[in-house]
């Protein structure tokens, strides 16, 4: 279960893609979330997902 509160969230997601996983996608599709939901959370609260670091910023 991920959290539903953004900060949380970005904390849960950057954590996972730091410890975890090489990519977002791969993090979605192993853990069987919408990306497109937690983009859009994040995005909300100001982040935006930068490939090449491989977090949310």
Do not use: H, T
């Not at 997601?13 to 975890?20: F, G, P, S, V, Y």
């Not at 990306?35 to 490939?51: D, F, Q, W």
């Amino acid at each position: 279960m991920i959290p539903q509160n953004p900060e949380m969230l970005l904390s849960f997601i950057n954590m996972k893609l730091r410890d975890e996983f090489d990519s977002f996608e791969e993090l979605c599709d192993v853990l069987d979330i919408d990306s497109a939901e937690i983009v859009e959370k994040l995005r909300a609260i100001g982040y935006e997902y930068n490939k090449e670091l491989n977090q949310f910023k």
